[in-house]
Nanobody, 119 residues
Framework: QVQLVESGGGLVQAGGSLRLSCAAS????????MGWYRQAPAAKRRDWIA????????NYADTVKGRFTISRDNVENTVALQMNSLKPEDTAVYYC????????????WGQGTQVTVSS
């Protein structure tokens, strides 16, 4: 069983920064992609915002490009999201995910962490 534990959410003023972290534990031999989604208040779906492959290639949604930076540690099986220049519209619950390759392929989610940006 794979579990993801997130940390780092909170309340910040517009223009501020936060760093989210996510640690994967359990029986994991290899992970392909890791990343983050978010779900804004009253939104019906989660929106993808950033991902990183096992070799470090990154992709970002246009809404966060240039402000957010994703990184990962392949030894510790962690993924982080550095969020700078935060805006009120970044307010959401942020979810990390990992795509495990071996020993048992699967897509796993964190429990979510609240980020609130005040104006």
């Amino acid at each position: 069983q794979v579990q993801l534990v997130e940390s780092g959410g909170g309340l910040v003023q517009a223009g501020g920064s936060l760093r989210l972290s996510c640690a994967a534990s359990g029986t994991i031999f290899s992970i392909s992609a890791m990343g983050w989604y978010r779900q804004a208040p009253a939104a019906k779906r989660r929106d993808w915002i950033a991902s990183i492959t096992s070799n470090g290639s990154t992709n970002y949604a246009d809404t966060v490009k240039g402000r957010f930076t994703i990184s990962r540690d392949n030894v510790e099986n962690t993924v982080a999201l550095q969020m700078n220049s935060l805006k009120p519209e970044d307010t959401a619950v942020y979810y990390c995910y990992v795509v495990v390759l071996t020993p048992t392929p699967g897509h796993y989610w964190g429990q979510g962490t609240q980020v609130t940006v005040s104006s």
